[in-house]
């Protein structure tokens, strides 16, 4: 099964965006949506979610529309798109909500969770199975590249421990085991303590 492409990577991503969104939720639960840490964890959650779409946007859909030829596929496509779309605004309120001092930003955070949450499992449903049957783990890797030139070191210095967080401690050594030792290295001595330094989303 050479062949087959290893969405790991997405998984990972994917699941740090939704626990990342139960951990907004809870805050705001908790009336604690405006500390510091939460508000850092937020920012973070952003800026992660904004690497991953846009190098979706422009890298992944475009190729794949060359290669998709049925309407289903490509109408499939123009989905994955405009729910990337219809969140942009989401955030941008919860953000103005925030700045405002509003008081039902629980509600907001939980609609975010649950439109994101949507977008997440169609794409892992119906856009992954299509990526499989299009490209091969060459174009894969590609597009993995597309996503380390967009992040650069500072990117990944932050994606590593961001993914990592959390995970029980078996998949988290598959996980880092793809990596190369140096940059494994870095992670443990440099990166992942002063991620923890951090205490994102701490109430
Ligand atoms: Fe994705």
Redesign the pocket.
Known sequence: MTDTIDFTE?YV??DAFRRDLERLAAAADAGKATGPEVRAGWEAFKDQLLV?HSV?DEWLWPRLAERVKDPEGLALLGDMEAEHARLDPLLASYDEALAAGATDLAVRAKELGAVLGRH?EH?EEEALPLIQSVMTPQDWRAFGRAMARRQGVRGASNWIPWVTEGMPQAERRRFLAKFPAPLRLVNRLLWAPRYRRRNLWAF
Do not use: P, Q
């Open positions: 997405m991503t994917h991953h979706e997440l794409e």
